[in-house]
């Protein structure tokens, strides 16, 4: 009996191709999410990008021609619905979102106020929900999109002698919540999933890795012995974003120099 045929089979470059489609990024004005925005874009994308510092925003569009600049509180649901209602209006169509928004902050769980517990969970976790409900009914009247959810591989094991309660906490919710819509909305041709990374090189990790004492920790303990690259997420990212991954839905990839595998 021969073998059926192979169906849809195109070139490696094309599957990480993302000409025509639309993304919005959140955190977008620094850091980790600057570099998301750049990567999509790069690969063919419009990009959304949004933040609450417009003026960064701004740098960020001037140097690359496809993403448009949109000012956005996350922890505002007026502003979230928006970000949306602006990226339907401009491009008809959202087909990547990428949660990439987030606050830390450490202390003794025994010390941590319950005022600053609550605003990483709205941050982190609720926005997260929120603008994931509001592009994800328009991705699910259109029967397709990606949402990548950036959780942390604190959301996976715990941070001590880190000091993060709220920020395990809500990564930690991040990875679960990923899972249940993604096998809610699987069946409806829209994909969930999570990036969990370690170390790199943003405004929330930048003290740990400058100060000697705390990189020695983090050398000890990551098993290729250094933080990441931002380059080095590149590539998971438009793994999930794009049609790579389309058989992939409610996972998280941690990308954390083997952290969790120890």
Known sequence: ??????????????????????????????????????????????????????????????????????????????????????TLERFGRVDVLVNNAGVGGTAPAEEESREHFRRVMDINLNAVFVLSQIAGRAMLERGQGSIVNIASMFGLVASAPVLHASYC???????????EMGAQWARR?????????GFFPSEMASELIEDEQSARFLRRNTPIGRP??????????????SDASSYVTGQTIAVDGGWTAR
């Open 228 to 241: 990441g690259a931002a380059h080095e997420l590149d590539g998971p990212l438009l793994f999930l974003a």
């Open 169 to 179: 906490a809500s990564k930690g919710a991040v990875v679960n919540m990923t899972r």
């Open 1 to 86: 009996m021969s073998s059926p045929a192979v169906q849809d089979v195109v070139g490696p470059a094309e599957l990480f191709d993302l000409q025509g489609r639309v993304a919005i990024v959140t955190g977008a004005s620094s850091g980790l999410g600057d570099r998301f925005a750049r990567v999509l874009a790069a690969a063919g994308a419009q990009v959304v990008g949004a933040a609450r510092r417009l003026d960064r925003l701004e740098r960020l569009a001037s140097e690359v021609e496809t993403v448009t600049p949109m000012r956005c509180d996350v922890g505002v649901d007026e502003d979230l619905e928006q970000l949306v209602a602006s």
């Open 189 to 197: 041709g829209v994909r969930v999933n999570a990036l969990a990374p």
